[in-house]
């Protein structure tokens, strides 16, 4: 089955640190695509980054970068430098290749950078 | 590109009354999905299009929630007839290759 899980419902730190948002997937899939999305107050969803199962290769953009692990069936997401403009809700999602790329979310880690 | 359109982006009506929104994906994107984001449920996947066609719709709460896909450039989610329990933000977002994209939301709030 398809399935994403961010554990951490919350998370607060003070700006200037380094944060990390983590991702645990399930699936049965061999081919599947990994995804971050930014959902500030505001309420737009942003889209951050997206993956494919073959490339393990860690991402970096800017502040942000991604860990993708599929030993560990983790895609775990770090702001370095942390603003308060980063504070928002953090969406991991998986879509499987065979179903479609149907996209299924996690719940969303609500981050706050504090001033 | 403009995005992914929706509207209406707010809408208030009355329980037991038709609500229709409407979402303009982003042109050359083969996939459309519609979202439902609450605060109990999070995002959840109502039902998507591949090329026009409904794929998968399971997510689709109940007979009184129907999506049309009439041409690649345009879509709508229909509630008939509205409940209060249907409050929520809807999302319309679509798909290419390489990223999914989403619309700003549709907010519905049934009275």
């Known amino acids: 089955a398809q399935k994403v899980t961010q554990a951490q419902t919350e998370i607060s730190v003070v700006e200037k640190e380094d944060v990390t948002l983590d991702c645990v997937y399930e699936?049965?899939?061999?081919?599947?695509?990994l995804f971050w999305y930014k959902q500030p107050p505001s309420g737009e969803l942003v889209f951050l980054i997206r993956r494919n199962s073959f490339d393990e290769q860690n991402e970096i953009s800017g502040r942000y970068s991604w860990n993708f692990q599929k030993s560990t069936s983790s895609f775990n997401f770090t702001i370095t430098a942390s603003q308060v403009v980063d504070s928002a809700v953090y969406f991991c999602a998986l879509s499987e290749a065979r179903r479609d790329d149907k996209i299924i979310f996690g719940k969303g880690t609500r981050l706050h950078i504090l001033p | 590109d403009a995005g992914v359109i929706q509207s209406p982006r707010h809408e208030v009506t009355e329980m037991g009354q038709e609500v229709t929104l409407r979402c303009k994906p982003i042109?050359?994107?083969?996939?459309l999905f519609w979202y439902r984001q609450t605060m109990m449920r999070g995002l959840e996947l109502l039902i998507y299009f591949n090329n026009n066609v409904p794929i998968d719709d399971s997510g689709m709460p109940e007979d009184r929630f129907s999506a049309k896909m009439p041409n690649a450039s345009f879509s709508t989610l229909k509630i008939q007839p509205s409940e209060p329990r249907d409050s929520a933000v809807y999302f319309c977002?679509?798909?290419?290759?390489?990223?999914?994209?989403f619309g700003q939301g549709t907010r519905l709030t049934v009275v």
């Open positions: 977002a679509s798909g290419g290759d390489t990223e999914a994209f």
């Open positions: 699936t049965r899939d061999t081919t599947y695509y």
């Open positions: 042109s050359g994107h083969n996939s």
